[in-house]
């Protein structure tokens, strides 16, 4: 079958579950962690990322001329933030966050006003990110914000979506509360990320605008089971809206919005590292949320490049002409609860035409 393809990625190459720990990563030791986080995915089956915050663009030609192992990769460069929101940490004096920003990828660029907001995306596209990332809501990782409270103005989210298309990019939208996920489908973002309070509304709203949901139920499961490695605050927000998150999933996928599988994972290193190669779970938790075993494998795999809109190369498909990415399984693929999730199921792995694993 296709590779499979996951849309949410993060190669921080950070072993640490807090984003102030993972700000303070030199970037050699992030990078080496994160060729190793690559060559996990591959072993789970994973062929093509799209990396939405972390060093994806600088890795991609390292991947590309054959220097390391590891999926496509289709980066976004440093996600969009406002000051004081989910891409900035809080717990850094202001003027030293903005002192490291530019030279750590793991933190946010944060732009304020839609002329600081177009600067931010032709930076990114300086870097040759294939896809732009914003937060649009506050987060669960960040300490002081709220996960429902917008956060970029309509006018700042218009700037946004309009810079990044005439350069033909997609706008990727961190969103979890409503108000935010509203907003960023009227200014045109293409995929909503988490989705954990879209309601029947917004899920028209999706359908009407035909974008795309990854809602990454992944990491919603691994953070509740990591209190003691989590930050409190954020242990706290992730099991405030936890169960929101999975009736959101129900409600999109019974309005029939488009889903595409993405993970979130993004602690790295020898302890927490492993989870890469486990990513195929998520299309168990999709399936948990109403998708039959079919309509899951078509979100791990065909929908995964639509999330990237003109920048969408042939792949996820067993189809002349496209990517040579595929991967052998030691049984049906339809039988989800025995196979995703579990690497020693993936047999093979080709990419490019050429066996990996």
């Given at each position: 079958m296709p590779g499979l393809w996951?849309?949410?990625?993060?190669?921080?190459?950070?072993p640490s579950w807090s984003l102030e720990g993972a700000a303070w990563v030199l970037p050699a030791a992030a990078g080496a962690r994160a060729t190793a986080d690559l060559a996990r995915y591959i072993e789970g089956g994973v062929t093509s990322v799209r990396e939405v915050?972390?060093?994806?663009?600088?890795?991609?030609p390292v991947v590309e001329e054959g220097s390391a192992i590891g999926p496509s990769i289709y980066g976004a460069g440093e996600v969009l933030s406002t000051t004081g929101g989910h891409g900035d940490i809080h717990s850094i004096p202001l003027d030293i966050y903005e002192g490291i920003s530019g030279r750590s990828r793991i933190i946010g660029r944060l732009a304020d006003g839609p002329s600081e907001c177009i600067k931010a995306v032709r930076e990114q596209l300086r870097r040759n990110a294939r896809v732009i990332k914003i937060c649009a809501s506050g987060g669960v990782m960040s300490e002081?914000?709220?996960?429902?409270?917008q956060q970029f103005s309509d006018e700042e989210l218009q700037a946004i979506v309009a810079e990044a298309a005439r350069a033909e990019r997609v706008v990727a939208a961190h969103c979890h509360g409503k108000p935010g996920i509203m907003a960023a489908l009227?200014?045109?973002?293409?995929?909503?990320?988490?989705?954990?309070?879209?309601d029947e509304e917004a899920a028209e709203l999706m359908k009407d605008k035909d974008a795309i949901l990854v809602p990454t139920r992944f990491i919603v499961e691994e953070l509740l089971g990591m209190e003691a490695h989590v930050p409190g605050y954020a242990y706290r927000k992730i099991t405030g809206l936890a169960d929101t998150h999975a009736q959101a999933?129900?409600?999109?996928?019974?309005?029939?919005?488009?889903?595409a599988m993405g993970t979130d994972i993004f602690p790295s290193g020898p302890v927490h590292g492993f989870r890469y190669s486990l990513a195929s779970r998520e299309l168990r938790h999709l399936t948990e949320a109403g998708l039959t075993p079919l309509q899951?494998?078509?979100?791990?795999?065909?929908?995964?490049?639509?999330?990237?809109?003109?920048?969408?190369?042939?792949?996820?498909r067993?189809?002349?002409?496209?990517?040579?990415?595929?991967?052998?399984?030691?049984?049906?693929?339809?039988?989800?609860?025995?196979?995703?999730?579990d690497p020693e199921r993936?047999?093979?792995v080709w990419k490019g035409g050429q066996l990996v694993k």
């Open positions: 996951d849309c949410h990625a993060h190669l921080f190459g950070s915050g972390g060093y994806g663009v600088e890795l991609a002081v914000d709220h996960p429902v409270h009227r200014a045109g973002v293409k995929t909503i990320e988490h989705g954990s309070y879209l999933m129900k409600i999109a996928i019974a309005t029939g919005v488009r889903i899951a494998i078509e979100a791990a795999t065909a929908t995964g490049p639509l999330t990237l809109g003109a920048q969408a190369p042939k792949s996820g067993l189809q002349e002409g496209f990517d040579a990415d595929l991967i052998a399984l030691d049984r049906s693929p339809l039988e989800l609860d025995s196979i995703w999730g993936v047999t093979h």
